[in-house]
């Protein structure tokens, strides 16, 4: 049995201790499962979306759990391979150094409205997805809540912790308890660990693992 997990920086584990675990890690720990985890730093939601859609297809994970990441993020497919797009790219090769400085002028108010709708839009396509293949699943915002379409809020059931509420995200929730994030807005193992918990007390009392 497999819990498959996705996500940025945050699902990841970045900046932890080599001897620490992430969140995901204590969450396999607890119900003795297998962990497949997807998620890199600098992700975008291109990414996240397009492996868990290939996972999906080829194996029958019993729980995903996914950290959907900043909204203006994108993935490029450059000579082949895939390319994450985000604010701290400085490895580009010179062919995508003048498409970036477009990238980063184009992403205005505007843009982001426009993104947050259309990825408002995808994930609740994935919800509807994993719904149809009857596959429990978790999502929550590591950051902040991007679905900024106030008309169009849908009903997740249990799959989204509070999709529309920025408070409600991975990194304000631990912030807004007390735990020190880093420069770089990583969390250390006592922030995974109260993740940890926060999930797993999700999935009790949801009954995610009634499969099982």
């Known amino acids: ?23 995901c890690e204590l969450i396999a720990e607890k119900y003795n499962v297998k962990l497949v985890n997807q998620a890199i730093s600098g992700a975008s939601n291109d990414y996240i979306l397009r492996t868990s859609c290939e996972f999906i297809e080829q194996f029958n994970p019993k729980l995903v759990i996914i950290g959907w990441t900043t909204w203006e993020r994108e993935e490029w497919l450059y000579n082949n391979q895939y390319v994450q797009i985000n604010a701290s790219c400085n490895f580009l090769d010179s062919d995508l150094k003048q ?11 505007d843009k ?3 993104k947050g709708q259309e990825w408002h839009k995808k994930i609740y396509q994935f919800h509807n997805q994993l719904n149809s293949l ?9 950051y902040f809540s991007f ?22 995200s991975y990194f304000w929730t631990l912030k807004n308890q007390g735990y020190i ?5 990583h969390f250390g193992a006592d ?6 918990k926060l999930l797993i007390d999700y999935i009790d009392k949801n009954a995610y ?3 099982w």
Do not use: C
């Open 99 to 109: 498409r970036y400085k477009d990238w980063v002028l184009a992403n205005n108010q």
């Open 209 to 211: 693992l009634r499969k």
């Open 191 to 196: 922030g995974h660990a109260a993740w940890a």
């Open 112 to 114: 982001m409205i426009l």
């Open 1 to 23: 049995m497999v819990i498959y997990v996705n996500g940025d920086s945050n699902t990841a584990g970045a900046e932890l201790d080599k001897t620490a675990k992430n969140f």
């Open 181 to 185: 994030p880093t420069k770089s807005l």
């Open 147 to 168: 679905f900024v379409d106030k008309d169009n809020e849908q009903d997740w059931n249990t799959n989204f912790i509070s999709p529309y509420n920025h408070e409600a």
């Open 134 to 142: 009857d596959i429990p699943h978790i999502f929550f915002h590591s």
